[in-house]
């Protein structure tokens, strides 16, 4: 028997869908010579004290998605540690939307403090 996701579980899945596409423009804007998907994932679970913790099934669909919008860029580079790897750059319409984001998500969160008084 299939079990039903209560509406709990279904909003924080939404809402954390939205969260990390703005979090991964975060990390990667602060990051202006570049960092690869570890890396990314590592600063998404450290900084959110695992809140935002992603395995690389979520990650790289992430990244693929905010690339194909001219969000992101990527590059390859040597590693020291073995292969080359990816590494992903924000794009001067990235930096244009996450601006925007962090403006807009700024008014929503403000508006849901007032609404809770």
Same mark, same amino acid.
């Given at each position: 028997?299939?079990?039903?996701? =209560?509406?709990?579980?279904?909003?924080?899945?939404? /809402?954390?869908?939205?969260?990390?596409?703005?979090?991964?423009?975060?990390?990667?804007?602060?990051? $202006?010579? +570049?960092?690869?998907?570890? +890396? /990314?994932?590592? $600063?998404?679970?450290?900084?959110?004290?695992?809140?935002?913790?992603?395995? $690389?099934? #979520?990650?790289? @669909? /992430? !990244?693929?998605? !905010?690339?194909? &919008?001219?969000? !992101?860029?990527? *590059? #390859?580079?040597? =590693?020291?540690? +073995? @292969? #080359?790897?990816?590494?992903?750059?924000?794009?001067?319409?990235?930096?244009?939307?996450? *601006? &925007?984001? =962090?403006?807009? !998500?700024? &008014?929503?969160?403000?508006?849901? $403090?007032?609404?809770?008084?």
């Amino acid at each position: 028997m299939k079990k039903t996701q =209560s509406f709990e579980e279904g909003w924080k899945i939404e /809402i954390r869908r939205g969260l990390l596409q703005y979090a991964v423009l975060a990390i990667v804007r602060r990051h $202006e010579k +570049g960092i690869h998907g570890y +890396g /990314i994932a590592r $600063e998404l679970a450290e900084k959110t004290d695992g809140l935002l913790e992603v395995k $690389e099934g #979520t990650l790289y @669909p /992430i !990244l693929h998605r !905010l690339k194909k &919008e001219r969000l !992101l860029n990527d *590059r #390859t580079e040597k =590693s020291d540690a +073995g @292969p #080359t790897r990816k590494v992903y750059v924000l794009t001067g319409e990235g930096d244009r939307v996450y *601006r &925007e984001l =962090s403006f807009i !998500l700024g &008014e929503m969160l403000e508006k849901l $403090e007032v609404l809770k008084g």
